[in-house]
């Protein structure tokens, strides 16, 4: 069968083997990932500089392509992201993933653009109503917005901040809290999540989660065929 090549973009930089690992033994094997990066042609020193987050912005975390975590500002890389959609649609993709469940504005595209944020929360509010979820995000910078989301949806949000880009043993901790707390389900809401993450909050917690990493590597094989 001929390839079908699916453009992904990450915020931060590529290759995300991070993410690419834990969904190819999911996705169609006729299915191929082309990935652009945000910032692939910027470095670390010059990311900080030109990117960072200041007062007001809003704050997305992702990574480096040697695994060190970053932190941008939604504004700011804007652009960066519109260039990836550009140069995706030019090199033969038939639709683009976005990797990052940030509630992105509308971008200018030819093509399918799947929002995660769009698909994901539709399926979290389709699963538990009015009622409350564990919401795990990689930074407490964006506990306060995203709370706003959820309670637009009718949604009790329950947050806690641990990035998935350092030690596991900070996720172990902070998931504690949901033990105790009458949830619906927990949301690892990031890519960067894993599934050993995800194995190890169930573990932990003995709650439904939620990996948008896998949910949506199986929404391709369903549209790709």
Known sequence: MEKIRIGAITIGQTPRVDITGDISSILNPHIEIVECGAVDN???????????????????????????????????????????????????????????????????????????????NSIVYDLVGKGTIGNILPSKNQIE??????????????????????SESDLAKAVTVFKDNEINLIYL??????VEMKNMVKKIT????????????RILNEMYQ
């Open 145 to 166: 917005k995203n709370n706003k989301v959820w309670k637009a949806l009718g949604i009790t949000a329950i947050s806690v901040a641990a990035s998935p880009y350092d």
């Open 206 to 217: 003995n709650k439904p989660v939620i990996l948008p990493r896998t949910i949506l590597a």
């Open 189 to 194: 809401n990031c890519l960067g999540y894993s």
């Open 42 to 120: 910027y470095s670390y020193d010059e990311i900080t500089e030109k990117f960072a987050p200041t007062k007001h912005c809003k704050v997305l975390v992702s990574r480096m392509r040697d695994g060190k975590s970053v932190t941008l500002s939604e504004q700011k890389i804007l652009p960066l992201v519109q260039n990836c959609i550009n140069k995706l649609q030019n090199n033969n993709c038939k639709a683009i993933l976005m990797l990052c469940t940030n509630d992105f504005p509308e971008f200018k595209h030819d093509i399918p653009l799947i929002d995660p944020s769009k698909i994901l």
